[in-house]
Antibody, heavy 119, light 109 residues
């Protein structure tokens, strides 16, 4: 049973930074691409970023490009999301999601961590 | 950018009813379309990928079809545990970009 656990959420002020972490277990972490997907309160899902299994490629949604950075440490089975210059509209539950073998769907999800950007 | 529309935005049905949700893309996306179920307060769950392939462990009452710009998701016989919001999601290969539809909330009459 794939297990993904996010951490690092909290309440921060606009313009500040936060780093989220997601630890994976019960699967071979370094064989899968990993993603962050967010959901603003009462809203739909928005894909944020993906990182290839070996960290060689990273892609971002336009809404976060230049502000957020995805990275991974396969020795720790962990994927990160560094979020800088946070805005109120970044307030959301952030989910870590594993890409399926076909790469372009998300076959396992964590429980999410809430980020609130407010003054 | 590819835009996704879903209809209806919400629906109510009886247990045992056949439920159909449609998802439309504003350009041809071949079969690059996936479906997820999200129950309140929970993470989404993959149900169908590549338009019509049922994820392992997902009940066979769920199905998907379509290609190009028009896609359909069907629950053949609605069960109480199917009450949730359903999202379609498309993907572009180059560069990899993923877009979700706005969602369809299904509840019981």
């Amino acid at each position: 049973q794939v297990h993904l656990v996010e951490s690092g959420g909290g309440v921060v002020q606009p313009g500040t930074s936060l780093r989220l972490s997601c630890v994976g277990s019960e699967f071979t972490f370094n064989q899968y691409a990993m993603n962050w997907v967010r959901q603003a309160p009462g809203r739909g899902l928005e894909w944020v970023a993906v990182i290839w299994y070996d960290g060689s490629d990273k892609y971002y949604a336009d809404s976060v490009k230049g502000r957020f950075t995805i990275s991974r440490d396969n020795s720790k089975n962990t994927v990160y999301l560094q979020m800088n210059s946070l805005r109120a509209e970044d307030t959301a539950v952030y989910y870590c999601a594993r890409s399926g073998p076909g790469l372009f769907y998300f076959d396992s999800w964590g429980q999410g961590t809430l980020v609130t950007v407010s003054s | 950018d590819i835009q996704m529309t879903q209809s209806p935005s919400s629906l109510s049905a009886f247990v045992g009813d056949r439920v159909t949700i449609t998802c439309q893309a504003n350009r041809d996306i071949e079969d690059h379309l996936n479906w997820y179920q999200q129950k309140p307060g929970k993470a989404p769950k993959l149900l169908i990928y590549d338009a019509s392939t049922l994820e392992i462990g997902v009940p066979s009452r769920f199905s998907g079809s379509g290609s190009g710009t028009d896609f359909t998701f069907t629950i053949s016989s609605l069960q109480p545990e199917d009450i949730a919001t359903y999202y379609c999601q498309q993907y572009d290969h180059v560069p990899p970009i993923f877009t979700f539809g706005p969602g369809t909330t299904v509840d019981l009459k």
